[in-house]
């Protein structure tokens, strides 16, 4: 005798000799929940009755948002401090071209506002000046003679500012000597992985 399909679903069939078939599950005290992405314009509100957290009752850690004019991420955890920046969403760069005087034995600074690159005064949580890299290409430099040469011999982070200090070379056919002219540069800063 075959056995009667009682309930057949696309992932389930239940065959029965019988008519009735009870089911319940347990499906256990509700838990809390998990991390939800708010947006807005400018830094997270403070207050949970603003219409960003639509509705919700509690800021959970973990829970995320993102600031849609700066494309900053933050992160929200109540120890020590609440809604902290995590990143930004566009990439972490800055790219510019621009024209720097050397004198002859010395070196010369370029300052960038960490803004240009972090959306912040500040660096994000477990960032610093060691997670900076700089690339400086020189552009039409030195015509058909000379090259110039320019290097990073050092970052560092003044105020809400990231200062480079540049050191160039002029290569002939003849010597190299300490760069003592303008010079447009393609500079690039970002953050290492």
Request: aromatic fraction near 8%; glycine fraction near 10%; proline fraction near 5%.
């Amino acid at each position: 005798m075959e056995v009667p399909i009682v309930v057949s679903e696309d992932n389930i069939n239940v065959a029965s000799f019988t008519d009735q078939i009870k089911l319940s599950v347990d499906i256990g005290p509700e838990g809390t929940r998990g991390s939800k992405v708010y947006s807005g314009v400018g830094s997270p509100p403070v207050s949970i009755g603003d219409s960003v957290y639509q509705g919700v009752t509690s800021i959970n850690i973990n829970d995320n948002y993102l600031d849609l004019s700066t494309g900053l991420w933050y992160r929200y955890d109540p120890l020590p401090i609440g809604w902290a920046v995590v990143g930004k969403i566009s990439p972490m760069l800055f790219s510019t071209r621009t024209t720097l005087t050397f004198t002859a034995g010395t070196s010369t600074t370029f300052s960038i506002p960490l803004q240009s690159i972090f959306g912040s005064t500040t660096f994000p949580a477990g960032l610093s000046e060691s997670n900076i890299v700089c690339q400086v290409s020189t552009i039409a430099a030195g015509g058909a003679t000379n090259m110039h040469v320019v290097g990073v011999t050092s970052i560092t982070q003044a105020t809400s500012n990231l200062n480079f200090i540049f050191h160039g070379r002029n290569l002939s056919t003849t010597a190299v000597t300490a760069l003592a002219t303008s010079v447009e540069l393609f500079i690039t800063v970002g953050v290492k992985a």
